[in-house]
């Protein structure tokens, strides 16, 4: 599947894989989390089971790692309809993320703090901690929230390129707009679920496509100039 010489399979492959992948780490991150289950303050939830809250924290961190790097790709079936906003989306979608994956260190200074305080002191010294001005501009807001919205504006630029039907993005506008709003319990599962099929059905069309079919997305060269189109065309 992967051949690194091979630029149009590897990164068409790569898209494919990641579109699945990623939104999947996120929904068995929820189902692992202990404070899905237990109390919501993470600084009980996670002392009563250190392990699957260090493993929820490791697949939400590298969920938003990886969809950021496959919406990344997915935006070349937007090459000719759906350009600007697909940019503008994907821009998002990579800065959000990332600032969510960053918030993630959080974690285990709940952990630390449940160790050592009562639940009702470890909240007053994590809220002094991170309500600090430059802890919320640089990790916060308004940057958490680039991530969903991109990410719908991203879907709705393959429904314009003709690439994604109307259910997923709507899957996807359940996942990340409506889901976000929706608090952490077991509720939110499947919320998280929902973008785990649409962006997997784009994961297995991507996947399905010949170099041909992928390569076709490339702008026509003009003559003389060569474009990942005609070198792929000279290299096959």
């Known amino acids: 599947m992967f051949k690194l010489n091979d630029s149009v399979r590897f990164r068409r492959s790569v898209t494919g894989l990641l579109l699945i992948v990623a939104p999947l780490l996120q929904l068995i991150a929820i189902l692992v989390d202990p404070g899905t289950w237990g109390d919501d303050r993470e600084s009980v939830s996670f002392g009563d089971n250190p392990a699957l809250a260090q493993t929820q924290s490791a697949l939400y961190h590298w969920s938003w790692i990886l969809l950021p790097i ?4 997915v935006l070349h079936v937007a090459r000719r309809r759906g350009v600007v906003l697909a940019h503008i989306g994907g821009g998002l979608a990579v800065v959000g993320f990332m600032a969510l994956s960053a918030m993630l260190m959080v974690d285990p200074v709940e952990w630390y703090l449940g160790q050592h305080n009562t639940p009702e002191q470890a909240a007053v010294i994590f809220d002094e901690m991170y ?3 430059g802890v919320v501009f640089a990790f916060q807001m308004p940057w958490i929230f680039f991530g969903p919205i991109g990410a719908g504006l991203v879907a709705f ?4 390129a003709g690439f994604a039907p109307w259910w997923v993005v709507g899957a996807i506008l359940l996942g990340w707009w409506v889901g976000f709003l929706i608090p952490y319990s077991p509720v939110l599962i499947p919320f998280w679920a929902a973008p785990v099929a649409g962006f997997g059905y784009l994961g297995v069309k991507i996947l399905r496509m010949s170099d041909a079919e992928w390569i076709s997305y490339y702008p026509s060269a003009a003559p003389g100039v060569t474009t990942p189109d005609s070198y792929a065309n000279t290299t096959a």
């Open 131 to 133: 309500d600090l001005p």
């Open 157 to 160: 630029a393959l429904r314009r």
């Open 70 to 73: 496959a919406i990344l790709g």
